[in-house]
């Protein structure tokens, strides 16, 4: 079936940059989505890039997708302490909005 | 505009009661969505409707039933509440079935006990 993994934990010190990685296995999804999660709070839509894209660049944030290996990144450029969250990659399947979630990457900024 | 809200905040149940949570969108979207958020883990979806009078089922519909008479409401029905169903449950509602438009309520947290 599908299935979206990420790794659990990122530490970073405030100022550099965030990779955050995502594999996924439905290689026929149209939509994938990064999701912020900030304490106690319901998810925050940051980006998302469509399935025929191989990059996307929104202010401080960078998607990158690697279709053939099935691998999204979300790159947060100078990362500050506001940028601390759970952040959540996921998959549409078909055109019902259904979306299969990562267990969520837990970033953590140092000041 | 609200966007999607959702009652109670909290709620703490014993096994075997039931209770509804409700959810309401302000946006006069037609999709709507119901997730669980269990622990450290990602929101699977629980069920979902693509309008009124529509529901289907979703990766863990076991143990809940929803219903959806408006557009605006999509409540979600625990009927004989278990340890299993402690969570912390979303609604979600988009336009269209595009899931970049897909709004989450504050979620709503339950302790089964």
């Known amino acids: 079936g599908e299935d979206v993994e990420q790794s659990l934990f990122l530490s970073v010190r405030e100022g550099d940059s965030s990779v955050i990685n995502c594999t996924y296995t439905?290689?026929?999804?149209?939509?994938l989505y990064w999701y912020k999660q900030e304490p106690g709070a319901g998810l925050q839509l940051l980006t998302y890039?469509?399935?025929?894209?191989d990059m996307k660049q929104d202010q401080r944030l960078t998607v990158l997708l690697n279709k053939k290996d099935k691998h999204l990144s979300l790159r947060i450029a100078d990362t500050q302490t506001g940028d601390s969250a759970i952040y959540f990659c996921?998959?549409?399947?078909?055109?019902?909005?259904?979306?299969?979630f990562g267990q969520g990457t837990t970033l953590q900024v140092k000041p | 505009n609200a966007g999607v809200t959702q009652t109670p905040k909290f709620r703490i149940l014993k096994i075997g009661q039931s209770m509804t949570l409700q959810c309401t969108q302000d946006m006069n979207h037609n999709y709507m969505y119901w997730y669980r958020q269990d622990p450290g883990m990602g929101l699977k979806l629980i069920y979902y409707s693509v309008g009124a009078g529509i529901t289907d089922k979703g990766e863990v519909p076991n143990g809940y039933n929803v219903s959806r008479s408006t557009t605006e409401d999509f409540p979600l029905r625990l009927e004989l509440a278990a340890p299993s169903q402690t969570s912390v449950y979303f609604c979600?509602?988009?336009?269209?079935?595009?899931?970049?438009?897909?709004?989450f309520g504050p979620g709503t947290r339950l302790t089964v006990t």
């Open positions: 996921a998959e549409s399947l078909g055109n019902t909005g259904k979306l299969i």
């Open positions: 979600a509602s988009s336009h269209s079935g595009s899931a970049y438009e897909q709004y």
């Open positions: 439905d290689s026929s999804s149209t939509y």
């Open positions: 890039i469509f399935s025929n894209m």
